[in-house]
């Protein structure tokens, strides 16, 4: 006889953003035990390791921690020939500091029984848009950082993956152009746009499922095809 899989019980960072919820929301759906936990809680190692004790007991344990959000700021315009250091460190050098806090409070509680850890991020990253290498080089920071880690805690049974979504279901912020340009210079394909909620939210249950766990170090793209050549 098959023994039902129990539903993970996974932590949620920047459930206080719209992607974050939704994408929270989704996990429920499929029956997921979620603690949100906001933006606000990465500011430091032991900040982070004290909201990540809080929702243990409630939990029963954590087997996931899904980050949605280190509080990116993405602003078109920002010309890489015109940044200056404050400006860089502020876009760039702080959300790299809070994601490496996001990676050190999954080793803290991951590492005794095993887990997963899943990264959010935007597909435009993967190969550059003009205007936001500020954004794109966070990004590319976090998938450097989930390979590191998913070869370093491999032998611990916690898997690292980055999920690439369309950087429009990343931001509600407006541009002159309308969303964030996730094909820069190329006509839009009329793919299937994928759903926070639903789409994202599937792939990411499935990561943090054992059937997986003989995967790390992984981007899974989840963006309808964004990126493929009409």
Do not use: I, N
Not at 12 to 17: C, E, L, P, S
Not at 56 to 67: H, K, N, T
């Amino acid at each position: 006889m098959t023994t039902p899989r129990r539903a993970p019980t996974v932590a949620v960072v920047g459930a206080d953003t719209g992607a974050g919820a939704a994408l929270a929301s989704g996990l429920e759906d499929r029956g997921a035990s979620v603690a949100r936990l906001p933006v606000s809680a990465l500011e430091g190692r032991a900040r982070f390791g004290a909201a990540l004790q809080e929702v243990v007991p409630r939990l029963g344990a954590l087997e996931g921690l899904v980050v949605a959000s280190v509080g990116t700021e993405p602003t078109r315009g920002a010309a890489v020939a015109d940044l200056d250091s404050d400006t860089w460190s502020a876009m760039v050098e702080r959300p790299l500091q809070r994601t490496l806090v996001c990676f050190q409070g999954a080793f803290d509680v991951l590492r005794q029984a095993g887990g997963t850890m899943v990264l959010v991020v935007p597909t435009l990253s993967l190969v550059g848009a003009a205007g936001f290498g500020p954004w794109a080089a966070v990004t590319e920071g976090q998938r450097a950082l989930a390979r590191a880690a998913a070869r370093a805690w491999g032998s611990r049974a916690v898997t690292v993956h980055c999920v690439a979504v369309p950087a429009s279901l990343l931001t509600a912020a407006p541009t002159e152009d309308g969303p964030y340009p996730d094909r820069p210079g190329q006509p839009a394909p009329a793919l299937h746009r994928p759903d926070m909620g639903a789409d994202v939210s599937s792939v990411v249950h499935s990561l943090l499922s054992p059937a997986w766990r003989s995967v790390t170090g992984a981007t899974v793209a989840v963006d309808g095809g964004v990126w493929m050549t009409p």
